[in-house]
């Protein structure tokens, strides 16, 4: 992926998350200088499987693992607890994390009364968020009155952002009927206590990203959840509070849009969703219990099971447009290996008319009627498969259809959850 002409890598999801974006950035990582998480929160669960076992990630990048220097971008809103509970996860299970990590100094934090008022919300308006505190840290943001990893550098101004911050939190909390209220006291006493480690590793990270393309180095960009949650071209309002495609790339890390050479997007060879929302190609039981169970489709945050359907090449498309895709990484093709016959979704059908992109209203997304063609099964296990060439003809004949309908080249093929089942294509 890294090569004379590509030093500036994007890895974005290109369905509604839980692609396996984790999986394709550790072995990226491994060729990549600097990892950048550039947007998202702890709402994302990035899975990694090692020889050590099972990592997962909610805000740290995933080429920690690989031993990558890592940067939280000034896109990300960073919840500084569980931070560094991931942190010394990692530490204790044998990751050197020291000098490895470090934080934008303009990242928003994400505190307790953020987690209770996406609670209280969530409660009445059920959209299906984490009730991490993901989209209220965002508000925060976008209403100006956020706090930040930097203004921790000032203790006394800090104290009276967060006060003033708890106190209009608990008037929303009571009107949104809420019995819970956040201690301002305890909030001062959080940052008080976690300041003295958080900030050594505050940076300016757009300068440390641009510093390092200057010197030719490897930079990996990685997104978290997927680019139909983007909430400007998702599937409003049923959608994450960050820009999840690639554009948010650039902001949340700080540096320019022509500085990325390259967009790879990662899609499950089939198509998954949690929470509510739309999601065309949802296969009925028993067969969407079926896919679940095969590829264990349960949430890495929330431990939630996902919706299963059939590779929806309609969203795709959509998502190569959005992003301006240069590549695919399919995922999980092994998850099929047992189906004779496997549907793939080629258009939509709304009220007699056939559509080939998506609708922006998830009202009339909802009530599309998914075009399928349906390719033949292999029905042989793919997980010792190591090339593409030995790939059984009816997997090889799947993935040039998607490669087709999605319009643009697939680069990687995953047949398994360890990194040695991950098939480059060349």
């Known amino acids: 992926m890294f090569g004379p002409k590509t030093h500036c890598v994007v890895v974005v999801g290109a369905q ?21 998480r550039y947007q998202g929160g702890a709402n994302a669960g990035h899975t990694v499987h090692t020889a050590a076992g099972e990592f997962v990630l909610h805000q740290i990048p995933s080429g920690i693992i690989q031993g990558a220097i890592c940067v939280v971008g000034n896109g990300v809103v960073l919840d500084p607890e569980t931070l560094f509970t991931e942190l010394d996860a990692l530490s204790e299970r044998g990751v050197r994390t020291e000098h490895k990590l470090y934080v934008s100094d303009r990242a928003h934090l994400t505190l307790p009364f953020h987690k209770l008022l996406d609670r209280a919300r969530e409660a009445r308006e059920k959209i299906g968020t984490t009730g991490r505190g993901i989209g209220p840290t965002y508000e925060d943001k976008y209403g100006r009155r956020g706090i930040r990893v930097g203004d921790l550098r000032n203790p006394g101004r800090a104290r009276e952002l967060v006060c003033a911050r708890v106190q209009a939190a608990n008037q929303f909390l009571e009107v949104l009927g809420s019995p819970e209220r956040a201690d301002a006291t305890e909030h001062v006493q959080l940052l008080e206590r976690l300041a003295p480690r958080l900030l050594p590793l505050a940076i300016d990270a757009g300068r440390v990203v641009w510093e390092a393309l200057q010197r030719g180095e490897s930079v990996l960009l990685e997104g978290a959840q997927g680019a139909l949650l983007d909430v400007d071209h998702g599937t409003y309002p049923y959608v994450t509070s960050s820009n999840t495609t690639a554009g948010g790339a650039a902001v949340g890390a700080g540096i320019g849009p022509t500085a990325i050479d390259a967009v790879l997007g990662v899609v499950k060879a089939y198509t998954t969703r949690v929470g509510n929302g739309p999601l065309p190609t949802e296969a009925a039981p028993p067969l969407g219990e079926k896919i679940r169970e095969l590829g264990d489709e349960f949430g890495a945050t929330t431990g939630r099971p996902r ?120």
């Open 16 to 36: 509604w998350g839980d692609e396996g974006k984790g999986k394709i950035v550790d072995v990226l990582a491994e060729r990549a200088d600097l990892v950048v």
């Open 307 to 426: 919706r299963c359907g059939w590779f929806d090449a309609v969203v795709v498309r959509y998502a190569v447009r959005v992003n301006g895709l240069t590549g695919l990484a399919v995922t999980k093709l092994d998850v099929l290996d047992s189906f004779p016959e496997i549907p793939v979704c080629v258009g939509y059908r709304l009220d007699g008319e056939a559509l080939d992109s998506m609708p922006a209203e998830v009202e009339r997304l909802g009530r599309v009627e998914p075009v399928y063609e349906s390719l033949p099964g292999w029905q042989r296990s793919l997980s010792l498969v190591r090339r593409l060439a030995d790939l059984p003809p009816p997997a090889r004949a799947y993935l040039d259809r998607l490669q087709d309908l999605a319009h643009a080249p697939i680069q990687y093929v995953s047949v398994g959850t360890h990194r040695d089942q991950i098939i480059e294509v060349t």
